[in-house]
């Protein structure tokens, strides 16, 4: 088994055991902009980051959730959960969830497209400007959509809504030993396709 699909496996370990969906601070929970009586996901977050409008989608909103912070803390070795803030742009529909950590800065973005049109179009345009993009093959792609860059970026299309993991802003020097940026990008990428494919 290579690097990343052993990643892959410890990312999407942790996110089964963590139970994507399930109560407590495993819970999805609803949009950043639903009361807090919709689910407990977004405990400890910054909610005065989101737009008063129409918020995203459960599924977006997941990147921010219990479940995908213990995955950054897992695959980033740290000692303390993460405590992310967020925002929703309305007008592009772009989530984004950002971990300022010890080591720098690791930011999750949803493009929430409403139909899978919209999606792939997105998808297509963020290959197009992300600079040696290259496919991500196998069983390692999960069955999506999906590239990554040795800048730290890691890319997938699923049901329309286009994850972004930008581990670009990291230290080398705060990474597991035998990490590169691509690896951090691509663990936590696998965790939140694992919580969508639940």
């Not at 919709?38 to 129409?54: C, I, P």
């Not at 290259?134 to 959509?145: C, D, N, V, W």
């Not at 890691?154 to 049901?159: E, I, M, N, Q, Y």
């Amino acid at each position: 088994m290579n690097a990343r699909a052993l990643i892959a496996v410890l990312a999407t370990t942790t996110v089964l055991v963590a139970g994507c969906g399930s109560g407590g601070t495993g819970s999805t929970g609803g949009s950043p902009s639903a009361s807090s009586s919709a689910g407990s996901s977004m405990k400890g977050m910054d909610m005065s980051q989101t737009d008063s409008g129409s918020g995203p989608s459960e599924t977006a909103s997941m990147i921010c959730g219990g479940e995908i912070r213990t995955a950054v803390r897992k695959n980033l070795a740290l000692a303390t959960q993460p405590r992310p803030t967020h925002t929703w742009a309305q007008a592009t529909r772009v989530f984004t969830c950002t971990y300022r950590l010890p080591g720098g800065t690791l930011r999750l973005s949803v493009n929430d497209a409403r139909d899978a049109a919209t999606g792939r179009g997105y998808f297509d345009r963020l290959r197009s400007d992300l600079p040696g993009a290259k496919a991500i093959g196998g069983m390692e792609s999960f069955g999506f959509p999906s590239f990554a860059n040795s800048r730290g970026n890691a890319v997938f299309l699923k049901d329309g809504k286009t994850l972004l993991v930008d581990a670009s802003g990291l230290r080398r020097a705060s990474l597991p030993a035998g990490f590169s940026r691509e690896d951090a990008a691509y663990g936590v990428a696998s965790a939140v396709i694992a919580c969508w494919s639940e």
